[in-house]
């Protein structure tokens, strides 16, 4: 399961690679309408290996659990709790996608076009009809939003920006300025916010982050703490966690993560695995700076060679006569 994981995560993510990442919002969900397939090939194979993850983790648990009585038996839910939270909020961003980018899709040609001279016609009558107005300052385009929920869009002059400010502030119509857009990104993320499956597939984020998190320190620190993953690997995979949170391909790392796992499982890595495994008890790593204890372990194997018996002081030594010899003992200094 661990190495399908890490097949099933690099799958998806190759998949990603295929759709184009756009500037702006409506070009974005132009290109995602465009590429459907690759958007359902990315959630479902991402999806797949977040519930595979469970199986390595759930095995890792228990063996950490059998070797260290202080593992917490209830900590066990995190192993499925964050793992299914995750494919779930995946499969439901793939469903609020492909909703959202096809009705942009269809709607957005829809769109009426607002004549400059009309716009400012309407702000001189104190823009009674407008809620909102978006300007791209960089392509000089209008996104225009009426109080009954419909858009419009249109372009003005670039030498007169400053002027329609000073109308829009005049009129009391609200409006922002946007250097990077295009006409249409103001209704492309107008449906985004009215979207309810993207509501839920939001509301998700935050448990879903925070239960894998914490599945994926957990585990990994027990497991170090009884000897069962090498320092550096186990604290490699709790950061791996953490960093979905901050980086992109954090779940691609942590798909590999899984796959050097299930090799360590069976023995396939560099140096084999550790000895906690087939000991069958805890035998924790040295700190740094602490030295192998050189003390014999009970119960180890016979030395084979040849002995004599030395007899003790005043007894008869095997000739029939008394050991004359004296017992040196050496002075502490």
Do not use: C
């Amino acid at each position: 399961m661990a190495v399908l994981a890490t097949v099933s995560m690099a799958a998806s993510f190759l998949a990603r690679l295929q759709i184009p990442v756009e500037d702006t919002t409506s070009a974005q969900f132009r290109a995602f309408e465009s590429h459907g397939g690759g958007i359902a090939a990315f959630s479902l194979l991402a999806a797949a290996a977040f519930l595979l993850f469970t199986g390595p983790l759930l095995y890792l648990f228990r063996a950490a659990q059998a070797r260290n009585p202080r593992v917490r038996a209830a900590m066990v839910g995190f192993v499925f709790i964050g793992p299914a939270l995750m494919a779930s909020q995946t499969i439901v961003n793939w469903v609020a996608v492909s909703q959202i980018s096809s009705d942009f899709v269809n709607q957005a040609p829809g769109l009426q076009d607002e004549p400059y001279p009309r716009l400012v016609d309407d702000l001189k009558g104190e823009g009674g009809s407008i809620d909102k107005v978006t300007l791209y300052t960089d392509s000089h385009g209008l996104d225009i939003e009426l109080k009954d929920g419909s858009f419009r869009t249109g372009e003005y002059p670039p030498d007169q920006e400053q002027t329609l400010i000073n109308r829009l502030d005049a009129a009391g119509v609200d409006h922002e300025e946007d250097s990077s857009g295009e006409p249409g990104d103001a209704f492309a993320e107008q449906l985004s916010d009215d979207s309810t499956v993207g509501q839920v597939g939001g509301s998700l984020q935050f448990p879903a982050l925070l239960g894998l998190i914490v599945a994926m320190v957990y585990v990994p620190l027990q497991a170090v703490r009884a000897g069962l993953l090498p320092r550096f690997f186990g604290t490699l995979g709790m950061a791996l966690g953490v960093s979905i949170i901050l980086l992109p391909p954090g779940t691609l790392l942590l798909g590999l993560w899984f796959g050097w796992l299930g090799l360590l499982f069976v023995g396939r890595v560099p140096g084999g695995r550790p000895p906690a495994w087939d000991a069958g008890e805890a035998i924790p790593w040295l700190k740094p700076g602490e030295e192998p204890s050189s003390a014999p372990r009970p119960g180890g194997d016979a030395i084979e060679g040849e002995a004599t018996e030395v007899p003790a002081a005043g007894e008869p030594s095997p000739s029939g006569q008394p050991d004359s010899r004296r017992r040196k003992r050496k002075r502490r200094r």
